[in-house]
């Protein structure tokens, strides 16, 4: 058994986010990936689910993520505090990991940025002007504001060079996180949260 499978079979993901302090009495939580004001994370036994974001993965990404320590350094941390017997001889394997949390990261950054688009685009149509002279739809002056930029992020996970999805990922979390929490502001009652086109428009 290695590390993650050690870790796996030991730590629920309940567990984990206990060891950081955070309250898991009712089963969901504030996302740690997207800024979350009602909890839309769910912990299951093995994984967490995010219902605005739809950010996932096990114990030891969730605590990679919320140390931002690499995933071989987040489980070696979990094993100690759950008293799981480390092998320190085991294989280096950081290298491997850190490119798959790479693929991760451009996987989750591409997601986010083309729900928001395709929920930009749904939104110019949905919501313009019935008349000429009646006011914009904030929604549908959001689509005209911003649906040509955020397709053009979406560009670079498309065609861009590795360079440069990795530039987006480094430089651009603010675009990422903006994109995030406005999917999660209209996904949040939608317990699916699937079918973007399907949201429904919140009052106000
Ligand atoms: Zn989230």
Not at 39 to 59: I, R
Not at 72 to 86: D, N, P
Not at 129 to 135: C, F, I, L, N, T
Request: charged share 30%; hydrophobic share 30%.
């Amino acid at each position: 058994m290695n590390i993650f499978e050690r870790v796996r079979a030991s730590v629920t993901m309940k567990q984990a986010a206990e060891l950081y302090g955070i309250d898991t009495k009712r089963g969901m939580i504030n996302c740690i990936f997207h800024n979350d004001k009602t909890p839309s994370m769910k912990l299951y036994d093995d994984h967490y689910f995010c219902f605005g974001c739809g950010a996932h993965g096990d114990a030891v990404s969730f605590a990679a993520h919320v140390t931002g320590m690499s995933q071989y350094e987040a489980a070696k941390q979990l094993c100690s505090a759950s008293g799981i017997v480390h092998n320190s001889n085991e294989p280096f394997i950081k290298p491997m990991i850190k490119r798959e949390s790479q693929r991760e990261q451009e996987t989750n950054a591409f997601r986010i940025l083309s729900d928001y688009c395709k929920m930009l685009r749904d939104w110019r149509e949905r919501y313009k002007p019935a008349r000429p002279d009646s006011g914009p739809d904030p929604l549908f002056a959001e689509s005209l504001a911003k649906l040509d930029e955020y397709e053009q992020y979406c560009n670079v996970f498309i065609s861009g060079t590795e360079e440069e999805r990795r530039d987006f990922i480094g430089n651009r979390k603010d675009a990422l996180d903006y994109a995030g929490k406005r999917l999660s502001e209209y996904y949040r009652n939608d317990s699916s949260g699937q079918t973007v086109g399907a949201c429904p428009r919140m009052a106000g």
